[in-house]
């Protein structure tokens, strides 16, 4: 979960360890389900584009849970995971 602080900050928290549920039904290179995936939810209208330091504190966030597990191809946005979503 990221969210802005009253400071302007963007920070983001770990809000669940283990199986979140948060996938939803959908899929993505032979991916189907929360049992193998790790989900980012940003706090966001989505009439704005999204402001450039949370996509920098997004691209932290994956790039240090990718580390030494799978490489930047495998990161995928909401709709690509579930496009009629």
Sequence with gaps: LQSR???GD???YVVAAGRANHA???????L???ASVIGLEIEHTG?????EGRQR??????AAMARGRWDAGMV???REW???R
Excluded: K, Y
């Design 5 to 7: 602080e009253g400071n």
């Design 10 to 12: 963007d920070i983001f």
């Design 24 to 30: 939803g039904s959908g899929g993505w290179r032979g």
């Design 32 to 34: 189907s389900g929360n």
């Design 47 to 51: 009439v704005d584009p999204l402001p």
């Design 57 to 62: 504190l997004a691209a932290r966030f994956h």
């Design 76 to 78: 995928c946005q909401h």
């Design 82 to 84: 579930a496009p009629d």
